[in-house]
């Protein structure tokens, strides 16, 4: 009797184990098809999304198949830009920059931009360095423009308590990056880009 008793907790165990391990490895791989769960924007820069190691040295890698995650969860969990955490990690890292001193950035949904005090006297190879540091963050189709005139520093701190539909806020800005464009603003991105980032038919586009 006392055998029996035995060999019915060990069996009861066993299931109570292969549930226990059953619901873990489900977990598991809800969390391995839902990378974008991440509770902080810096979690993107310097930590690991699950929280175990928030060392920098680690790579990130991510691999997700369409079959495994339902069409309501892919629409809920696009992720978003963190415009604020964009202008941080850009004027960190220009601050990075030879003969940089201090940096102003404004992101907003399509453009980048960015004041900078330097000592440089090569004024067009600074505009570059800068340049490039803010398009090496940002996705591709944002426009950048820079500008070594400290004066406008204040402008576009004016525009952070903005928002992308607030009145007039585009023509606002336009009018700042008129002004930017009057300082130097590096060489162009590429063989049909200007030195923004703006593509020849963006740029008929831009006039009409």
Do not use: W
């Given at each position: ?14 299931v ?74 850009i ?8 003969n ?46 820079v ?14 308590t ?29 063989s ?17």
């Amino acid at each position: 009797m006392i055998k029996k008793s035995f060999i019915v907790v060990g069996i009861g165990s066993i299931v109570a184990l292969t549930a226990c391990s059953n619901k873990m490895a489900e977990e598991d791989f809800r969390n391995s098809v839902s990378p974008a769960k991440v509770s902080s924007p810096s979690q993107i820069y310097d930590e690991d999304y699950r929280g175990v190691n928030k060392e920098q040295e680690d790579f990130g890698f991510i691999r997700l198949q369409k079959t495994a995650v339902d069409n309501k969860m892919t629409n809920t969990m696009t992720p978003g830009l963190d415009r604020e955490q964009l202008a941080d990690v850009i004027t960190r890292l220009s601050l990075q920059l030879p003969n940089i001193d201090d940096v102003s950035t404004l992101v907003t949904d399509e453009e980048v931009l960015v004041v900078y005090d330097t000592h440089s006297k090569d004024r067009i190879e600074s505009a570059d360095q800068v340049k490039k540091t803010a398009i090496s963050v940002v996705p591709r189709y944002y426009h950048v423009y820079v500008s070594d005139n400290t004066n406008l520093s204040q402008y576009i701190e004016n525009y952070s308590t903005l928002e992308t539909d607030s009145p007039n806020v585009q023509s606002m800005i336009d009018k700042t990056i008129q002004e930017m464009k009057k300082s130097p603003q590096g060489r162009d991105v590429g063989s049909y880009e200007d030195e923004n980032g703006v593509m020849q038919g963006e740029q008929m586009n831009m006039t009409k």
